[in-house]
């Protein structure tokens, strides 16, 4: 069973930056897709950012330009790395991890975001 723990969220205002932390545990790490979703409230939860084991990264359009995603494969553990936040950021941030081995999705419990002057 996979095990996914968040650290990061909180309070920010317009302009600022943010980084949200994933780390997971409880399976190999070779062969997965991790990232983040989020969902503001009265929304449908999407994409935000992910990033499989080889490094390669998909970034939604709306982050482009001011989110990184990456990883660090030794530390099991996921990062986003969030600048020139803006109001509309604000949501709850989901950390989501796929492995192929066992073709199975897990999700962190979540972390607020909230982007306010």
């Known amino acids: 069973q996979v095990q996914l723990a968040e650290s990061g969220g909180g309070l920010v205002q317009p302009g600022g930056s943010q980084r949200l932390s994933c780390a997971a545990s409880?399976?190999?790490?070779?062969?997965?897709?991790m990232g983040w979703y989020r969902q503001a409230p009265g929304k449908q939860r999407e994409l935000v950012a992910i990033i499989n084991s080889d490094g390669v990264t998909n970034h939604a359009d709306s982050v482009k330009g001011r989110f990184s995603i990456s990883r660090d494969n030794a530390k099991n553990t996921v990062y986003l790395q969030m600048n020139s936040l803006k109001p509309e950021d604000t949501a709850v941030y989901y950390c989501?991890?796929?492995?192929?081995?066992?073709?199975?999705?897990?999700w962190g419990q979540g972390t607020q975001v909230t982007v306010s002057s």
């Open positions: 409880g399976s190999s790490f070779s062969m997965t897709v």
């Open positions: 989501y991890y796929y492995t192929r081995v066992l073709s199975a999705t897990y």
